[in-house]
């Protein structure tokens, strides 16, 4: 069978998680229409089955945070978990949902990828979006670089040229072994995962910063024969910010938690109890303890 991994890189806000979970068909990494909400590298496992017709492959995914100037240490380690992921696969998909004149950023990633000899291809995302001459401008300008072994224009959200391009990274691939079992689709434990749908909620369910300035542990988590018992505590900034979260007579939390906890019991298959609370610890997102802490930086101590 063919094997390897495949790094999603971009800017933030440019489908990579939805491009994964279009890949799995199943939902493995969150999402929502505020950028930085990926902040691990989250691995998602595609396999398929040798026939008689085909060979097998296993492509290992993952879904990078979105690579931008970091405004503090969290989003400068956000940035180096990306960047440090092109040392580490066999392709590389670069997603953008623009022409590279709109901006520097893409412009600073394509500059980045000049350095690296591994195979790469663009990937114009959002096509559902775009008019044709839209596409086209993208196509050209990149093409123009001569960086990329192949450009694909996709919709991640509706699935468009989804299963072209897995042919066309399969065929970058070579023989390998699997590297994860056949019914595998991500590697992570239970409760990161359920960490991640608890902060998904809180993207959808606060406005402006607050939602960026939270970060979710989970206390607490216990398997049952009928149901599973999660206990997990949302910091936050600010006081006010945990006002925020908890709402009036407890109503936001309320919310936020039911949310959760609908679609976790429909990930884990199995009746779930949550219980949430919210604490204060002022400035994490600029501490190397807190960041190490909450998995977003290896503890140097």
Same mark, same amino acid.
């Given at each position: 069978?063919?094997?390897?991994?495949?790094?999603?890189?971009?800017?933030?806000?440019?489908?990579?998680?939805?491009? +994964?979970?279009?890949? +799995?068909?199943?939902?493995?990494?969150?999402?929502?229409?505020?950028?930085?909400?990926?902040?691990?590298?989250?691995?998602?496992?595609?396999?398929?089955?040798?026939?008689?017709?085909?060979?097998?492959?296993?492509?290992?995914?993952?879904?990078?945070?979105?690579? %931008?100037?970091?405004?503090?240490?969290?989003?400068?380690?956000?940035?180096?978990?990306?960047?440090?992921?092109?040392?580490?696969?066999?392709?590389?998909?670069?997603?953008?949902?623009?022409?590279?004149?709109?901006?520097?950023?893409?412009?600073?990633?394509?500059?980045?990828?000049?350095?690296?000899?591994?195979?790469?291809?663009?990937?114009?995302?959002?096509?559902?979006?775009?008019?044709?001459?839209?596409?086209?401008?993208? $196509?050209?300008? $990149? %093409?123009? +670089?001569?960086?990329?072994?192949?450009?694909?224009?996709?919709?991640?959200?509706?699935?468009?040229?989804?299963?072209?391009?897995?042919?066309?990274?399969?065929?970058?691939?070579?023989?390998?072994?699997?590297?994860?079992?056949?019914?595998?689709?991500?590697? $992570?434990?239970?409760?990161?995962?359920?960490?991640?749908?608890?902060?998904?909620?809180?993207?959808?369910?606060?406005?402006?910063?607050?939602? %960026?300035?939270?970060?979710?542990?989970?206390?607490?988590?216990?398997?049952?024969?009928?149901?599973?018992?999660?206990?997990?505590?949302?910091?936050?900034?600010?006081?006010?910010?945990?006002?925020?979260?908890?709402?009036?007579?407890?109503?936001?939390?309320?919310?936020?938690?039911?949310?959760?906890?609908?679609?976790?019991?429909?990930?884990?298959?199995?009746?779930?109890?949550?219980?949430?609370?919210?604490?204060?610890?002022?400035?994490?997102?600029?501490?190397?303890?807190?960041?190490?802490?909450?998995?977003?930086?290896?503890?140097?101590?």
């Amino acid at each position: 069978m063919k094997s390897g991994f495949i790094g999603i890189i971009g800017r933030p806000n440019v489908g990579k998680s939805t491009l +994964l979970n279009q890949i +799995l068909g199943e939902k493995v990494a969150i999402t929502s229409n505020k950028p930085q909400t990926t902040r691990n590298s989250i691995r998602g496992i595609y396999t398929r089955p040798e026939t008689e017709s085909k060979e097998g492959v296993q492509m290992v995914f993952i879904d990078t945070p979105g690579i %931008h100037r970091g405004h503090n240490k969290l989003g400068t380690a956000m940035t180096e978990m990306a960047v440090n992921t092109l040392k580490e696969v066999d392709v590389i998909l670069f997603l953008v949902d623009g022409p590279l004149s709109a901006g520097p950023g893409d412009r600073r990633i394509t500059e980045m990828l000049q350095t690296i000899d591994t195979p790469k291809i663009l990937v114009a995302n959002k096509m559902d979006t775009m008019e044709p001459e839209d596409y086209l401008k993208i $196509y050209n300008e $990149y %093409h123009e +670089l001569d960086l990329f072994d192949d450009i694909y224009g996709t919709s991640a959200l509706k699935g468009t040229n989804v299963p072209e391009l897995l042919e066309r990274i399969e065929s970058l691939l070579d023989e390998g072994p699997m590297y994860f079992p056949e019914d595998m689709i991500t590697d $992570y434990p239970e409760r990161f995962l359920a960490s991640e749908v608890i902060r998904e909620k809180l993207l959808q369910f606060l406005d402006e910063e607050v939602p %960026h300035g939270t970060a979710v542990e989970i206390e607490s988590y216990r398997e049952e024969e009928r149901i599973t018992r999660i206990g997990a505590v949302i910091y936050c900034e600010k006081k006010s910010h945990k006002g925020i979260i908890i709402g009036r007579q407890g109503k936001k939390l309320k919310g936020i938690g039911k949310a959760a906890r609908l679609e976790l019991e429909a990930l884990l298959g199995t009746k779930i109890y949550l219980e949430l609370w919210v604490k204060v610890k002022e400035n994490w997102r600029d501490s190397d303890v807190d960041l190490a802490n909450f998995g977003y930086r290896e503890n140097d101590r």
